[in-house]
């Protein structure tokens, strides 16, 4: 902000240097896409991907199917899980040994983890599986599927203004060091001379 002010105030300075200028500019057009582009970049990868993801939710609807299944008899749990949110997951769930028909008419027996917390023999609880019974995760539902978009965006966002200002503080810092190089030339022009008379000091 205090190069884009500069750049206001000294475009008609005799002092003001063609660096100051250029620094001024690179602020200005980094200000503008970081107010522009970045959200623009954002709202577009937010849009493809919250199309995307509904799209796939909406495939994983037609090919899964939740059906009822039937305790058999309760699995014990195995050994202790050292993640914690693998561990806290599980422990919201019971492994039971369980029978279903699939949405195709087959009947199939397997452990699974079941949604109960004291589970019986005769028990039912929701399963979810595939056209022919095997056991699939529940499909993704449109508040996640946009959650996701969402956070895509933000990231494109947050990562579009990072490259920019990024950017920004390499062009400034070859003009910079670009300016420091003339004055090294100047020094080494003017140095042997400094302080003689007659040589303007």
């Given at each position: 902000?205090?190069?884009?002010?500069?750049?206001?105030?000294?475009?008609?300075?005799?002092?003001?240097?063609?660096?100051?200028?250029?620094?001024?500019?690179?602020?200005?057009?980094?200000?503008?896409?970081?107010?522009?582009?970045?959200?623009?970049?954002?709202?577009?990868i937010?849009?493809?991907?919250?199309?995307?993801?509904?799209?796939?939710?909406?495939?994983?609807?037609k090919a899964?199917?939740?059906?009822?299944?039937?305790?058999?008899?309760?699995?014990?749990?195995?050994?202790?899980?050292?993640d914690?949110?693998?561990?806290?997951?599980?422990?919201?769930?019971?492994?039971?040994?369980?029978?279903?028909?699939?949405?195709?008419?087959?009947?199939h027996?397997?452990?699974?983890?079941?949604?109960?917390?004291?589970?019986?023999?005769?028990?039912?609880?929701?399963?979810?599986?595939?056209?022919?019974?095997?056991?699939?995760?529940?499909p993704?539902?449109?508040?996640?599927?946009?959650?996701?978009?969402?956070?895509?965006?933000f990231?494109t966002a947050?990562?579009?203004?990072?490259?920019?200002?990024?950017?920004r503080?390499l062009v400034?810092w070859?003009l910079?060091?670009?300016?420091?190089?003339?004055?090294d030339?100047?020094?080494?022009?003017?140095?042997?001379?400094?302080?003689?008379?007659?040589?303007?000091?």
């Amino acid at each position: 902000m205090r190069a884009l002010v500069g750049l206001w105030c000294w475009r008609h300075n005799p002092l003001c240097r063609k660096s100051d200028l250029a620094e001024a500019w690179v602020a200005f057009a980094a200000v503008l896409l970081m107010a522009v582009a970045a959200p623009l970049a954002g709202f577009a990868i937010g849009s493809l991907s919250r199309d995307a993801l509904l799209q796939s939710a909406r495939e994983q609807h037609k090919a899964r199917h939740e059906i009822a299944a039937t305790v058999v008899k309760k699995v014990s749990r195995p050994p202790v899980d050292p993640d914690p949110e693998t561990s806290s997951a599980r422990d919201k769930h019971s492994r039971v040994l369980a029978d279903w028909t699939a949405p195709d008419g087959t009947t199939h027996s397997g452990t699974v983890f079941a949604d109960l917390r004291s589970p019986d023999p005769g028990d039912r609880f929701a399963l979810w599986t595939d056209e022919h019974g095997q056991v699939v995760g529940r499909p993704l539902d449109d508040v996640t599927a946009s959650t996701h978009a969402a956070l895509a965006g933000f990231g494109t966002a947050v990562a579009v203004i990072g490259l920019v200002e990024g950017t920004r503080r390499l062009v400034v810092w070859r003009l910079i060091a670009r300016r420091y190089d003339r004055w090294d030339q100047a020094w080494d022009k003017a140095g042997p001379d400094w302080g003689r008379t007659g040589t303007g000091s």
